[in-house]
């Protein structure tokens, strides 16, 4: 539409492609693949006309063409299954249950979104959060029908919270903290509940921590965090915040609807532990310089970038099976606990 010439011929007053076809419906025609117009004339004989909005979206046009070309968003715009087909609608439902974890019955599904362009991130949380809300609430509509209630409980967890859905509200964050905070608010209704995850909660949406019925923290020396998680617990548990600052790693506090009274508890580390501890400054500084090979990281480096591109269809499992995306900021899990 934006290079449309139209015909002025007798009986033509109708968008014109340069082999003389004239266009009845744009819609056939335009979105498809990109159309080649006659060119402008006053001749008498080939008589045309630029259409309405000709030269009007230039700048969306040339915006939109350097997304398309960025191979940074293929996986958003160009996504392709496994073994190099690209996605169609009626893969729909493969998607779903990947996400829900029955492609192998796997309780637990991680996307990673640690390599998402930040122009994008909000939206694909967003999509994300939005496509299991929508499941989890029309699998409950079916199951009233049966005067039934739902049997599939999903979680989502929302590592590293702050990353996406702020206490700010920006407009960069909008749609993924508008589709959060609705899952916050209506999903225990439809058997989908939420576990936000952050190490700055006065970061985080206020709504969301609004519907949380547990909190558990640990330790916080940050005084405007420590302010804030004191607001959220009861009046009479705030006194137990006071050791916020001097917990131990793996201590915790624990408040809400899952224990009969405030506590403090220990709880065991991982096994394995992952792969996130500080390096031991103290002792690797007193060692001679370590001999790095600068061309295996670049190389992976820029295998990386290209494997976060495919996100959507280069699927990796991790060692208890699960299905892992490369994808954008912080982890985005959802687990579901099922009876098959």
Known sequence: MNREVIGRLTGEDRPKLADGTLIDAREDYYFDKKC??????????TKATNGPFNGEFNRF???????LADKRLRFLLDPVKSDGKTFETVDFEQIMKQFLG?????NVTIID??????????ISVSLVSRLIFDFCFHYSKLRHKEDSLSNVPVMMVCEEAHNY??????AAYRASRKSLERVAKEGRKYGLSMMVVSQRPSEVSETIFAQCNNFVALRLTNHADQNYVKRLFPDNSSGITDILPNLAPGEAIVVG??????????????KPEPHSQSVCFHKEW?????????GEVISRWRKEKILTCRSTGHQKRDASGSLRWRSGAGYLIVKGQRKL
Request: net charge negative.
């Open 36 to 45: 080649v117009f006659v060119a402008p004339s006053t001749a008498a004989a």
């Open 61 to 67: 046009v040339s915006r939109l063409e350097t997304k």
């Open 102 to 106: 029955y492609l192998n019955r796997a």
């Open 113 to 122: 979104l640690s390599g998402i362009p930040f122009e994008v991130l909000s």
């Open 165 to 170: 859905i702020p206490q700010r509200d920006e």
């Open 257 to 270: 609807d899952a224990v009969l009274l405030p506590a403090v508890v220990q709880m065991p580390l991982p």
């Open 286 to 294: 007193k060692e001679p310089w370590q001999d790095v090979s600068f």
